[in-house]
């Protein structure tokens, strides 16, 4: 049987205690199915005649065994989430109830949903387009206020909006390039080489706006994995636990007490900060501590991965060499300079300036005092962008995404580089071409439809 043709039931409630879990029913049998399981309080009621965004009180039944007192909630095809006919049941929380009633369910014939089924199903009734689709998982997992409406513009249709705004424009230049290059007899304007390019690069920048704020959304979604760097004693356990708001790592002015990486997520901002404290970061010679020496060595390593690299001075103290190994490495990263101290430093001017070349930026602080979060969260938002994103105008929400976007951007270029080449339209119109099937990858669409249907609709070939 086509899976489409079942009727599929799941916990839509998260597993655990709660006041009430609720599961949902899909598919063309929900009615038939729900009417075995369910009885209402009021015997002149029927599961089958109920319409749709109507509620019934009553219990589920399993195993001949009258079972929790249960809330119907029923919607009808085409007016529900899936699109399909579907019904809601409230039991009391916690797993017994729930798993008792999908027992029920299963026995009466609905099959157990596979992960992310409804929003399939969803998807392929049209009641979401692919990019909503994806947004739901990104609701659903998404980090933080701001994560979420991110997420959420997503599933309110706006990156469809924006897409197809390229989109309009792209198909309507390659719908009157394709009339120009294949309909020669047909009195099909010309199109200005300031109008073809104009265009192009328009709706490139947009592609490239989307494709830049990706990182930022990812981070503002999922947080960034930051590394704290310095020599021992410079602050980077106080920095932490300023950041932290607690003693989490243990402060001493003993150095390299700080052995290993201190795996721990803090909210800086509206970024989460997933952290790893480093031991202190120091030459280690043939009498060097073994211990110390690899946890040095795994703090290197993970600053490959890091989205972000916090490295902390000592302003009251000159720059070592340690200090400016650390700078070197820290070159082209996504990584911030703390300096350290500033209470106790007279002039923080020289080491700022022998800093500089080596980060985004330079930020003088007191580690001790809770005044420097502000200065910080927002020098950490400047540089992963996220200061200027925003989360409402719609973003690409997954790297399926990214990807599509990013090939479409790359055809718009090459279409740019042919027409100031002088390749002429039919190489532009290839380059396009490539674009707008990217660009419907993107959406799920189909791309030869649509610029065929604009061919005819717009300069009436063949009429
Ligand atoms: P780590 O080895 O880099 O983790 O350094 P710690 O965080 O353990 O700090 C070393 C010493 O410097 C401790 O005695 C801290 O109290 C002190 N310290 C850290 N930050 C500041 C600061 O901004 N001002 C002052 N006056 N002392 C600080």
């Given amino acids: 049987m086509d899976r489409l043709e079942q009727t599929i039931c799941a916990l839509a409630t998260p597993p655990g205690e709660g006041g009430i879990a609720v599961i949902r029913v899909s598919g063309p049998d929900a009615y038939p199915i729900v009417e075995k399981i369910f009885v209402p309080v009021r015997a002149n009621r029927r599961v089958a005649d109920a319409k749709g965004y109507t509620a019934m009180l009553g219990h589920y039944i399993l195993r001949g065994e009258e079972m929790d007192e249960t809330v119907a909630l029923f919607y009808r095809t085409p007016h529900s989430y899936t699109g ?40 392929e009734h049209g009641k979401l387009s692919l990019t909503q689709a994806e947004a739901v998982m990104e609701v659903i997992g998404a980090n933080g206020r701001q994560g979420a409406a991110l997420a959420k513009s997503a599933l309110d249709g706006r990156l469809a909006q924006r897409i197809g705004t390229i989109q309009t424009a792209l198909q309507s230049l390659n719908a009157h390039l394709t009339a120009w290059v294949d309909y020669p007899e047909e009195d099909v304007p010309e199109l200005s080489d300031a109008a073809l390019t104009g265009t192009l690069a328009l709706q490139k920048q947009e592609l490239d706006d989307l494709i ?32 932290a708001g607690f003693d989490r790592a243990i402060v001493t002015p003993v150095a390299g007490t700080t052995r290993d990486i201190v795996e721990q997520a803090v909210q800086l901002g509206e970024i989460r900060l997933n952290l790893f404290d480093t031991a202190g970061v120091r030459e280690v010679g043939a009498d060097g501590d073994a211990i110390e020496a690899e946890g040095i060595r795994r703090s290197w390593k993970k600053l490959d991965e890091a989205g972000l690299v916090l490295a902390v001075f000592d302003a009251a103290q000159p720059l070592t060499e340690s200090d400016l190994d650390i700078a070197r490495r820290c070159q082209g990263r996504p990584a911030l300079a703390i300096l350290n101290k500033q209470d106790l430093a007279e002039d ?9 070349p080596y980060f985004k930026k330079v930020l003088t602080l007191c580690a001790k005092d809770a005044a420097s979060l502000q200065p910080l969260s927002a020098a950490v938002a400047e540089l992963l962008g996220t200061a200027k994103l925003d989360p409402r105008a719609g973003q690409l929400c ?11 951007r790359d055809a718009l270029a090459e279409a740019l580089r042919a027409e100031a080449d002088g390749f002429g339209l039919d190489a532009v ?13 993107l959406t799920g669409e189909d791309a030869a439809d649509a610029t065929i249907d604009e061919v005819f609709e717009t300069f009436c070939v063949g009429k």
């Avoid at 106080?238 to 950041?243: E, G, K, M, V």
């Fill in 429 to 441: 119109a290839v380059c396009l071409t490539d674009a707008l099937q990217a660009l419907c990858d």
């Fill in 398 to 408: 997954s790297a399926r995404q990214l990807a599509a976007a990013t090939r479409a």
């Fill in 84 to 123: 399909e006919d579907v019904i809601e049941l409230s039991v009391h929380g916690g797993t017994a109830m729930a798993d008792g009633l999908l027992e029920a369910l299963v026995l009466a014939g609905a099959a157990p949903a596979g992960p992310g089924e409804f929003t399939r199903r969803a998807l």
């Fill in 348 to 356: 923080t001017e020289a080491a700022r300036l022998q800093l500089q």
């Fill in 212 to 243: 830049a704020g990706y990182g930022a959304g990812a981070v503002l979604r999922h947080g960034v994995d930051c590394v704290l760097l310095g020599r021992p004693n410079v602050g980077k356990s106080t920095l932490l636990n300023l950041l």
